[in-house]
């Protein structure tokens, strides 16, 4: 499936989420009225400070709100809608969730410490084409698998590895590299080096460009990481307390703060601290 009628692959029109009430919480609205595009072949960095929402936006476009695990409550669209790659989001059949995340490939959060430790990392990257299809060709199978491994850098002896033999770093490489099996047309990473070694961080940012210069995709990067971002993105979103303050350029964004939040982050990478997830939204907005 290729970009929708009117040419984004990804297109936000004044998206609203919210988490239902369940138990005694009261419901939760994440997102407000967002509304952005984004470019064929164009990736997007998303900040925010915590509890901005970007989270669930990832939830929602990945399509993995849909196909909720037991027990999780997830955030439904209650304003607006999301379409990507020609599909609204907003109610979408259930019979068309599954068809729908093969063409998204989706780095969740704490990609790299949930990878299932019983199984191996063959058995891992290829998980998604099986799903897909069970009665895929276990030579075609066995040959993709390891030229994602490859392309991610990574020796073809950790195969038959499992994930607690690998550093942490590597075990993001085989994270990326499960959420791209597919060739999805979308990606939608949320921090993708969160949680790294600083000096396995540049690796992954390295990555994440040339698997954009080989692998045609429209992507959505959710980093609180500037040096990242500035390698990896061709604009940036920044979210407050579940609305946008800001769309642009790096550049453009910094250079010229106009929303109070934008601001205190530009102070902060003005006084040197590259990585902004310790700004609160304590300011007045
Ligand atoms: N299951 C849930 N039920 C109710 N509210 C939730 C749930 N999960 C998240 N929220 C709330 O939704 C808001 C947005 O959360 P989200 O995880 O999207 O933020 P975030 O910007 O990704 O933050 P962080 O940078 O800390 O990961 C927060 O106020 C959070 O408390």
């Known amino acids: 499936m290729g970009a929708a009628a009117h040419g984004f692959p990804i297109r936000l029109s004044d998206l609203s989420l919210e988490y239902p009430a369940h138990g005694p919480s009261p419901a939760h609205v ?3 009225g967002l509304t952005l595009t984004v470019a064929p072949g164009e990736v997007l960095g998303v900040l925010g400070s915590a509890g901005s929402g970007k989270s ?4 929602v476009l990945s399509g ?11 955030p439904v669209i209650t ?3 999301a379409n990507v ?3 609204a989001l907003r109610g979408i059949p259930k019979r068309k969730v599954p068809e729908y995340r093969f063409h998204v490939g989706y780095l969740q959060q704490d990609a790299a410490s949930t990878l299932p430790a019983d199984r191996t990392i063959a058995e891992i990257i290829g998980e998604p084409i099986l799903e897909r299809d069970r ?4 030579k075609a ?3 993709r698998v390891a030229t994602m491994l490859d392309s991610v850098r990574l020796p073809l002896g950790m195969l ?6 690998l550093s942490g770093g590597q075990r993001q490489r085989v994270a990326v590299a499960r959420a791209l099996v597919l060739g999805p047309s979308v990606l939608i990473a949320d921090e993708p080096t969160a949680g790294i070694d600083l000096t396995v961080r540049d690796a992954v940012a390295q990555l994440i460009g040339e698997l954009r210069a080989h692998h045609a995709f429209s992507a959505i990067i959710i980093s609180h990481d500037l040096p990242v971002l500035r390698s990896t993105v061709d604009r940036i979103a920044v979210l407050d307390r579940g609305e946008l303050a800001a769309i642009g350029t790096i550049d453009e964004v910094f250079d010229d703060p106009r929303h109070p939040y934008v601001m205190a982050l530009a102070g902060a990478l003005d006084a040197g601290h590259a990585v902004t997830d310790d700004l609160e939204p304590d300011f007045p907005a």
Not at 64 to 74: C, I, K, L, M, N
């Open 64 to 74: 993995a709100a849909f196909e909720p695990r037991s027990g999780e409550v997830q």
């Open 30 to 32: 994440a997102l407000r």
């Open 79 to 81: 304003g607006g809608d």
């Open 85 to 87: 790659l020609g599909y």
């Open 141 to 143: 199978l066995a040959t």
């Open 160 to 165: 038959e590895q499992y994930p607690y033999e």
């Open 56 to 59: 669930t936006l990832a939830k």
């Open 135 to 138: 009665r895929y060709n276990a």
